[in-house]
């Protein structure tokens, strides 16, 4: 039986990771979830200005009148 248990370490030992394909995946999905939350915030900066804009297009704006000065 410990035969059997050598070849179980000696499998386990044998082994390596791939170092530069972890590394590649890593920075892709850094890169990735990066513009994505960039994207989200610039969509919620513009819909928000844009909302606020077409509400003051709308009708929303005083109108300008001729007031006569005040008489003392």
Partial sequence: MSTEGESIL???????????????????IGVILFVSGILIAL???LTCSKSS???????????????PPPTV
């Fill in 10 to 28: 000696h499998d386990q030992s044998d082994f390596e990771y791939d170092y530069e394909t972890l590394r590649t995946t890593g920075v892709i």
């Fill in 43 to 45: 969509s919620k900066k």
């Fill in 53 to 67: 804009s077409n509400s003051n297009t709308a009708g929303t704006q005083i109108p300008k009148t001729d007031v």
